[in-house]
């Protein structure tokens, strides 16, 4: 499974972090978005619960188009070259693999 994290400062100052990846296993990408509180910013830790899940809500098995209109719905809008860097994890299969973007 590949990981690529993500954060931004929304429009109204919220701070949105995304996980989004590919999974060798199911052969299929995922999505995970939370919106840290001021603590959770400032300690680097994540709320347990995200916002949205993929995997909690049913969705699975959508393309990365649909994650990444998601992630714009939340006013986190991916870099062109994380999303160039997932699809070239769903290429290769890539497992085992995290980066950071900012």
Not at 3 to 9: L, N
């Amino acid at each position: 499974m590949s990981k690529h994290h993500y954060s931004v400062v929304a429009a109204d100052n919220s701070v949105m972090k995304v996980e989004m990846g590919w999974d060798a296993g199911d052969q299929d990408f995922y999505c995970n978005i939370w919106e840290l509180k001021d603590e959770e910013i400032e300690s680097g830790c994540t709320a347990e619960d995200p916002v949205y899940t993929s995997l909690a809500t049913g969705e699975l098995h959508q393309s990365l188009d649909y994650y990444l209109n998601v992630c714009f719905s939340y006013h986190a809008d991916i870099p062109d070259e994380m999303v160039l860097a997932l699809l070239a994890d769903q290429e290769r299969n890539a497992t085992n693999e995290e980066r950071f973007w900012n």
